[in-house]
């Protein structure tokens, strides 16, 4: 199939699927005049292209999971470590939600007057995930 129908069937636009093809992510079969000539397998590969960038992979994580002439091959730990990452900013952006939605709300006339917004700009300046609703611990003296 030729470009202008992978565009059809995917919605990409032929500058990706140039871009792609210049990754390696794809390959085209040919030509017929100035038009690049697909094998209809490629439609497969820009699904799992999609389904990886969406998942958050890299080009060049996808790239190692698109073999040029083998079957799709996607290491089940890859995906896994993918699934804890992704979990993992789900509490980091349900945390910063939080934040947000208690500034939005916050009692105090000023936010940095907040015991609250200052225990999560603390949080955010040393890169913890603090839980909103967790209380602000003082140290212990020993």
Do not use: W
């Amino acid at each position: 199939m030729d470009i202008s129908e992978v565009v059809k069937q995917t919605g990409l636009p032929p500058s990706t699927l140039r871009f792609y093809e210049e990754k390696g992510l794809i390959k085209s079969v040919g030509r017929q005049g100035q038009r690049r000539l697909f094998d209809a397998k490629v439609l497969e590969r820009l699904s799992v292209i999609a389904l990886g960038r969406s998942a958050g992979f890299s080009l060049a994580e996808i790239h190692s999971m698109l073999p040029v002439n083998e079957k799709i091959q996607v290491s089940r730990d890859t995906l896994l470590a993918k699934a804890e990452q992704v979990d993992s900013d789900i509490k980091r952006l349900k945390a910063v939600r939080d934040g947000l939605r208690h500034a939005a709300n916050c009692p105090e006339q000023n936010h940095l007057e907040c015991p609250t917004f200052q225990r999560l700009m603390r949080a955010a300046i040393s890169r913890q995930r603090v839980p909103i609703a967790s209380p602000v611990r003082k140290a212990k003296d020993s």
